[in-house]
């Protein structure tokens, strides 16, 4: 066990766990955020993706040891009020059936939308190819991330 | 009743269980509030919360400040009801939506009839019983209003929460009577709304979980989190047809944050079984610790030695096995009309095709995982489940407890699909609880859940038609066999349409446990069938289409045998409305287009599906979908349902296979089980309803079923290689 000092949606948190734990369940057992989901645990599914120091990372599998002074962003430090510009294209197109995977896939749609704010098709599907949901929300995610820029 | 709730807001009210086990709060947190509120309007406006509910009935709560609180009964998978359920209560009650705050409420059997999520009936079952619970609500309100104003209660109007008296022009609001209507009369008989006059049903309504979803706010089984609350994980046998022989946990009960080891059995001598408790392995060894990651780790740390119980089965047997069943006649034919051993022999032409798909895991992206606390005389036990009222049952008598010891409450579900119908991952939590006494949290690893399934079965068919020298159908054979069960269902389509017609059913054994998914049977008999007349079309020399529409004829003008599982109008309408709106006859240069169609859950689908090919690889351009599911509740929501349907439909039968090696699945996580990403879905879907004020059927299954032979038709046309095997991307002429 040893204490790290992290850096989570702009507020220093600290805990007291192995290095090796990785930031998903740091996130979620012991920092109480739990809109970060757990999936698969080998980075193949997307549902935990958060962002460290802006670039989208699966949570599953980075150890909390390999943070250090990063910034780490959740879902759930995105906005206060659920009006940064992706949630909001994300209500609009009315995205979520399961809801499940949508945190993870607004996060790689942050992501993407901070370096381009009029991806193409194939600029989206790249960049979120690494997300599964298996509701089929895909049509609709790709409109919500088209729109994102609007509320921008 | 009066309860007193602190101030909340419409899209983030603090939920207060219903059940029983006392004032239980999943930790579902106040968000947001009036003032600093810069949504658009589309998310609807802030509400002030009211002093006091004024209960009407056990779905509707109405504040002072006529605030109105609907009750979901029904869990929800995604499949939306938890917005559509209570937007049938609203519109009967006359109520402005943006008024309305939606909760989930628990297992109550009471009050709430058919708490289940399965075979896309919620809205089918409940259809009539909401709306007969808001119009009762309204007529309580109207009550109330006639008596304090003295005039006649026929002469009351509403609209939107509003009561008026037209002649004296008095007006109030839902609010200002709800004291007094709740202790009136509850009506037996109400006269509902002329659906011409509906304004809720029929409109586009958005999520009401969509704002906590797209803020990443608690609301999953997996998210749940209690004072003292310990984390369990189970190891099962590495194979079905295994069992526990021996435990060492020693090294594992040494690691860090770990409690004990422990070994349960969720089926003692004595156990009352329901249908839901489908579970090819209720012995386990358990781990309890404190955080998730420990837990983890130490199952990795476990040494147990397992014992074979019986055989060890592997998808090649499956194969050989099923192969070999379908090649003979079954003792009794599951339907038969006319004499189709003689029309055959007469038949001009045979055409004769077998079609396979293998077993398929749920993979919800939410893992099986649930909550318990088992204390004396009590269980408490909060996730994800689709059948609360057996689970109940179950764990009752896994507990020795009364059911009404006993409070569920159901969270939102990352996802159903069939999966949690079978709730033996809940009765683990309560076995848990109860053994290391204390509230626990049973949560599977993706690994766990994949390997730990009740699959959708692996199935085969064969199909064959005779055609005469015209080329119309004059004999029609199936003999299916799966593991479990057959695919086959006798009296659907084409039965009725051919003269001569035999259905044949096998069904093979297994220590591998199946269950329903999504659309169970027909997501792939569908896929088979629709393949099958393309093919049979083709041979005839006809448009696929035209072919189709000529038996639905042949079933409305003159149907043979009774017993016809479908409507061929509304089955021949969803055909005609797809040719229609797709174009269907126009070719477009680097388009192949395939057509499917298919009736099940009582919903008709059609639909067109066009594909292009990209490097050697199918893409999927666009999908035009046509569907008669009677009335549309919530048109956006519906087509959320059919695009769902539509991507799972295409992911399935072009990616995903789960195979068996001496009993144990060769595919355990997302890096070897193949789920369809984004890239891979169709550009653009576009959905068409059938408007003709039927009474609404289900939507969370039907699109899903015919998809796959749109798209094996269309990659037919694309490649001049017919499909018989799924999943399709492992043929060569889809290799790239
Ligand atoms: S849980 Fe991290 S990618 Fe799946
Ligand atoms: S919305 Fe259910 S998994 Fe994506």
Redesign the interface.
Known sequence: ?ANFNLNVNGENRQVD??GS??LL?VL???L???????????A??G?CTVHVDGKVVRSCTTPVSTIGDSKVT???G??????HPV??A???H??????????GQ?MSAVALINENKNPT??Q???A???????????????AAVKSAAK?S | MTKNLISQNRRSFLKVSAAAGGGMIIGFQIIGCKTENKLPDFVGPALDMPESWNEMNAFVKIGENGVVTIMSPNPEIGQNVKTSMPMIIAEELDVDWNNVIVEQAGLDTDNFRRQLAGGSQSIRQGWKSLRETGAKARNMLLQAAAKEWDVPISELTTDAGVISHKSSGKNGGYGSFATAAASMEIPGEVTLKDPKDFKIIGKDTRNVDGLKIAMGKPLFGLDIQREGMLIAMIEHPPAFGMKVKNVDGSAAKAMPGIKDVVTINCEPEGFNKQWSDVNAFPELVVIVGETTWEVMQAKKALKVEWEETSSLESSNDHESILADLVSKPTAEPARKDGDPEKAFAGAETIVERTYNAPFLAHNTMEPMNFFANVTEGKAELVGPIQTPEFLRKSVASLLGLEEDQISIMMTRMGGGFGRRLYGHFAVEAAAISQKVGAPVKLVYTREDDMTQGTYRPAYKVTYKAGLDADGNMIAFHVRGAGTHGSPVFADRFPAGTVDHYLAENHAKDSNISTGAWRAPRSNFIATAEQSFLDEVAEVAGKDPIEFRLALFDRAIKNPVGERNDYDPKRYAGVLKLVKEKSGWGQEQSGIHRGVSAYYCHNSYVAQVLDVEMEDGLPKVKKVYCAVDCGIVVNPEGAKNQVEGGIVDGIGHAMYSALTFSNGTPDQNNFDRYRLIRHSEAPDEIEVFFVDNGIDPTGLGEPSLPPIGAALANALYKATGTRLYSQPFSTEEALLG
């Open positions: 066990m766990v192995d734990t990785p369940w979620r057992d012991h109480n955020l739990v809109g970060t989901k757990y999936g698969c645990g080998i193949q599914c549902s959740t879902i759930e995105l906005s206060e009020d659920g009006t949630q909001v994300w209500l609009e009315d995205v979520p059936q399961c809801g499940y995977c949508q945190a607004i098709d194939e989206i599907a790249n979120l190819q690494g997300n599964i949901c298996r509701c089929g929300t895909y049509i609709r995610i790709k509320y």
